[in-house]
């Protein structure tokens, strides 16, 4: 018999990729290296726009981390719900709309 072969780990979860706010030294706008500019500012991630970055770096840009957003709760962690508002109260319907059904003529 062929002895056991111990299974893989599960893989790590993916990264997300490093976000970088890139202004250019003039007023640029438009692709460079494939990064879309206005105004001579961009937004760049490090996975699509690595090879960018370093040339933004070595050709003068500025070039800065965006720090990522908290994350979001855990799926065991209940968000927190909104404070509902106070709905208006309906107006009730007339008394005619609904007639009782004891009074009526036959």
């Known amino acids: 018999m062929a002895p056991e072969t111990p299974e893989s780990p599960p893989p790590p979860p993916p990264v ?4 970088y ?4 030294p003039g007023p640029v706008t438009g692709g460079v290296m494939g990064v879309g500019f206005a105004n001579g500012q ?19 840009y500025a070039v ?21 508002e106070d709905p208006e109260p309906e107006d ?11 009074d009526s003529e036959d």
Do not use: K, M
């Open 16 to 19: 997300e990729p490093a976000r």
């Open 21 to 24: 706010a890139v202004t250019a």
């Open 42 to 60: 961009a937004i760049a991630d490090s996975n699509r726009h690595a090879r960018a970055l370093d040339w933004f770096r070595s050709a003068g």
């Open 64 to 84: 800065q981390l965006i720090e990522a957003d908290p994350a979001p709760p855990a799926d065991d962690e209940p968000a927190p719900e909104p404070e509902a």
């Open 92 to 102: 009730p319907a007339p008394a005619e709309e609904y007639p009782d059904e004891d």
